[in-house]
């Protein structure tokens, strides 16, 4: 994470943590994110690397487009599946208040760009509020959002509810560290939850790496998930 706002061309990660923050990056730069993410439960594993591009047309609206560029899971003892993962458009809006808190609103749509083996095979879509705080050297980021879901089971709700708080604080002029608690809510299924605990590294401004851990805090939730990854800026467009 990052403090409030970003100066100087300074890269915004909005990796590792589930949340991101209400404010955009500089405005002008295309910045890029991108890593591994490995998943495992039980009785399944997921292998994927999730990228990320965010450009904000000014301090107030942005765009971002996500997804993921490759995944690798495998469900029992059905048969490795591999391919190109869903596409997600955002559009964003921050509200700067101040010096140290900013409110934000993302409004998503998720295309099923991947094969319905990897991916649900419909198009989602989402609102996302964001509330970031800067409270002396430890910045806060919590969202509330809702998402419509295009592919659901018969007898369980269609909109799922989730929620992330993540904390950050520097330990170093370098060295970042980030926890956050997050989870999910749906009519008639059981609710998921996570602690996510990061680290992040940046040799520069224009250059942040993270790794970290996460842990399921419930029988539906994963049981662990190992991720690292980059965020830099690819252009000045302006």
């Known amino acids: 994470m990052a403090p409030l706002y970003a100066q100087d061309d300074a890269v915004l990660p909005y990796r590792p943590s589930v949340s991101t923050p209400a404010q955009l990056p500089t ?57 190109f993962g869903d596409t997600t458009f955002v559009l964003k809006r921050a509200f700067i208040i101040d010096d140290a808190t900013a409110f934000g609103l993302e409004l998503g749509a998720k295309a099923p760009t991947a094969k319905d083996t990897i991916g649900s095979g419909k198009s989602d879509y989402s609102i996302n509020g964001i509330f970031s705080r800067d409270m002396g050297p430890v910045h806060m980021d919590v969202n509330l959002n809702a998402t419509r879901l295009g592919a659901y089971d018969a007898g369980t709700g269609r909109t799922q509810v989730g929620w992330a708080s993540a ?54 939730s994963q049981d662990w998930s190992l991720f690292g990854g980059v965020t830099l800026p690819l252009a000045k467009l302006w």
């Open 167 to 220: 904390f950050s604080t520097p330990i170093s002029d370098k060295w970042q560290a980030i926890g956050e608690l997050s989870g999910t809510h749906r009519e008639n299924t059981l609710n998921t939850a996570q602690l996510l605990v990061a680290a992040s590294y940046s040799p520069s401004k224009r250059l942040v790496f993270d790794f970290g851990v996460a842990r399921g805090l419930t029988s539906a």
């Open 27 to 83: 405005p002008g730069q295309l910045e890029f994110e991108t890593g591994f993410l490995s998943a495992k439960s039980s009785d399944s594993r997921r292998d994927s690397l999730p990228y990320t591009f965010k450009l904000a047309f000014n301090e107030q609206w942005g765009v971002l487009i996500e997804g993921e560029s490759f995944v690798s899971s495998r469900e029992d003892s059905s048969p490795r599946q591999r391919g």
